[in-house]
Nanobody, 124 residues
Framework: QVQLVESGGGLVQAGGSLRLSCAAS????????MAWFRQAPGKEREFVAA????????YYADSVKGRFTISGDNAKNTVYLQMNSLKPEDTAVYYC?????????????????WGQGTQVTVSS
C-alpha cells in the first residue's frame, strides 16, 4: 500500500519561506515521478512542480519558477518543496502525488497516489 504523508505547512508572512516534505512508503519508488499540486478555496487543483525519483529532471509551473525548488532524498524516501518569496496567492492546501513512470506530467489525472495535503497560509 503506497502512502504519501505531507508535512511542513503553516502560517507565514509574505516574503517568507517554508519547506514542505512528502514521506513516501509502501514500495520502491525507483521509476516513479513525484509532484506537488495545490488547491486554493474555490479554485481548481493546480500543478506546482514535479521531479523524477532519480532527481534528474524537474518541471515547474510558471507561477512558482524561480521561487520554489523541488528536490528528493532517495535514502529517506522523501520529496521536498522549498518555497521562498511566498506570496498571499500561494495560500492553498498542498498535495504530494506519485505516478508510475518517469515522465513529468502537470495533469493531476496522470498521478496514481495522493497524500492528504498540508495547509499553507501566506499573510499579507
Amino acid at each position: 500500500q503506497v502512502q504519501l504523508v505531507e508535512s511542513g505547512g503553516g502560517l507565514v508572512q509574505a516574503g517568507g519561506s517554508l519547506r514542505l516534505s512528502c514521506a513516501a512508503s509502501g514500495r520502491t519508488f525507483s521509476g516513479y515521478a513525484m509532484a506537488w499540486f495545490r488547491q486554493a478555496p474555490g479554485k481548481e487543483r493546480e500543478f506546482v512542480a514535479a521531479i523524477t525519483w532519480s532527481g534528474g529532471n524537474k518541471y515547474y509551473a510558471d507561477s512558482v519558477k524561480g521561487r520554489f525548488t523541488i528536490s528528493g532524498d532517495n535514502a529517506k524516501n522523501t520529496v521536498y518543496l522549498q518555497m521562498n518569496s511566498l506570496k498571499p496567492e500561494d495560500t492553498a492546501v498542498y498535495y504530494c502525488a506519485a505516478r508510475v513512470g518517469s515522465s513529468l506530467r502537470r495533469s493531476g489525472g496522470m498521478y496514481d497516489y495522493w497524500g492528504q495535503g498540508t495547509q499553507v497560509t501566506v499573510s499579507s
